[in-house]
């Protein structure tokens, strides 16, 4: 099932700087389009475009002739570049200054500003990528873990779009059977078994969904609160699991007045770590104020982890305190203080509707099971997800393969029910288009925004 190709609908010649701004060794400035080639001749001294892939040494200037720097320069011809079309990569020394010059230079002779992705775009329009491995792209930008760049480089390499081309030939062929079995005459059948095709593509698009959702994790990570009442350690946790001092610890109830927020990698999973205000009763503005974000923090995070003092009875105003939680929360109970002498009663299976109902005894201050909290916090948050074999995907791709499997449960259930061939046969249908958007060969304008809009100006 391939990508077709020759779809480029753009005439126009674009231009951006592709390095970040400010200074550095070396400012790339890239250009693609029909024009490229006549363009840049206007700005360089010379291109080997006899030679395309050749980088060579040569020299800009402006309009007067005025030599501005030396640089390299490497022309692409089209179709053998990266976005299809005749391409021109202008390396200047780094600095913004230049670079921008030449970036004005080209937009004055012919070229245009390019939007953001635009060149990762042309490339899709013109058969050279699909739409997960743009997502692959991205991924591999925006990764802030080794464990993330691997799942990138997955979809990069084509595993997604090899995976998702697998099942669209199984459901055709299961589509083939069921198109033969209606066509046979009455009393005749054919030795196939529907059931067992509809759990094997279950089967397979259930895996993929986890792959995806472990990618999507490692990209966007989780917001992780600490929170519970004051004195019971929070900020204490908060610097044991960052294993640095980030947050000032004292015995004064109400310290930490403000969130405070660092981010760390869990076992290769972002996570934006946040410490709030210890929450209770209180006559003070600007105590009441710092209780109030926490509550907001709570209400948007991933996670909490509600530190309790275990050297002290868990009260009924705490316990109250909690059911007050939203029930959607995932939480881990933190006995804290595990290194000094424990007379309380932690007794704390009560009766709440939660999600997630762990706990876990640490000391802060020893460290003391503190790598036994990350392990639980890692198990928690990926659920069924395998990290080691995630695949990149955007939030619309991820949803659209949920569709997909919801659409074969109700193929299973009318097969269970036997309803008809002919209903199975449209819910595998509209299976298949599912499939043809996610690699973007049936055109889904709100995905195709959704993925290139998040790209920066230059790819």
């Not at 294993?243 to 109400?254: C, E, F, H, L, S």
């Not at 003070?284 to 109030?292: D, F, V």
Request: one cysteine or more.
């Amino acid at each position: 099932m391939a990508q077709s190709s020759n779809l480029n609908l753009n005439s126009d010649t674009i231009a951006a700087i592709s390095t970040s701004y400010g200074a550095s060794g070396i400012a790339i400035i890239r250009m693609s389009g029909s024009q490229s080639l006549n363009i840049a001749q206007k700005i360089l001294n010379r291109i080997d475009h006899e030679n395309p892939g050749k980088l060579i040494l040569t020299s800009l200037h402006d309009e007067n002739k005025n030599i501005l720097d030396k640089v390299l320069t490497v022309y692409f011809a089209s179709p053998k570049s990266y976005t299809g079309e005749d391409m021109i990569e202008i390396h200047t020394h780094g600095g913004i200054l230049i670079a921008r010059i030449c970036l004005e230079l080209l937009i004055k002779f012919g070229a245009r500003i390019a939007e953001p992705g635009e060149f990762t775009k042309r490339a899709f329009l013109n058969g050279h990528i699909d739409l997960s491995q743009a997502e692959g792209v991205l991924g591999i930008i925006q990764s802030k873990s080794i464990e993330a760049v691997k799942a990138s480089a997955r979809n990069l390499t084509g595993e997604l779009t090899r995976e998702i081309n697998n099942i669209h030939e199984e459901i055709l062929n299961l589509q083939g059977n069921i198109e033969l079995e209606l066509d046979f005459p009455e009393g005749e059948k054919l030795n196939f078994n529907l059931g067992a095709g509809l759990e094997n593509i279950k089967s397979k698009l259930q895996n993929i969904y986890n792959r995806c959702s472990a990618g999507n994790l490692l990209n966007s990570g989780v917001k992780i609160v600490i929170a519970g009442k004051p004195n019971a350690g929070k900020s204490s946790l908060m610097n044991a699991l960052l294993n640095k001092k980030r947050a000032i610890v004292t015995d004064i109830p109400g310290t930490t007045r403000d969130l405070i927020e660092e981010n760390f990698n869990l076992n290769g999973i972002p996570v934006n770590l946040i410490d709030t205000a210890g929450i209770r009763e209180s006559n003070n503005i600007i105590e009441n104020a710092g209780i109030e974000l926490a509550h907001e923090a709570l209400r948007n995070c991933d996670l909490c982890l509600w530190v309790i003092d275990s050297t002290q009875d868990f009260k009924q105003d705490e316990i109250n305190l909690i059911e007050n939680i939203s029930s959607d929360l995932k939480i881990i109970f933190v006995l804290n203080k595990s290194d000094l002498k424990r007379d309380a009663n932690i007794n704390i299976n009560i009766n709440i509707n939660l999600n997630m109902h762990k706990k876990i005894s640490v000391s802060a201050m020893t460290g003391d099971g503190i790598n036994d909290l990350k392990n639980l916090m890692s198990e928690i948050i990926t659920g069924s997800a395998v990290l080691n074999s995630g695949l990149n995907a955007s939030e619309l791709q991820i949803l659209k393969i949920k569709s997909c499997l919801n659409l074969i449960l109700q193929a299973e259930d009318a097969f269970k029910s036997e309803i008809g061939f002919d209903v199975i046969a449209g819910l595998l249908n509209s299976v298949r288009n599912n499939l043809l958007e996610i690699l973007g060969i049936e055109r889904d304008d709100e995905l195709l925004n959704s993925i290139f809009s998040r790209f920066c100006v230059g790819k």
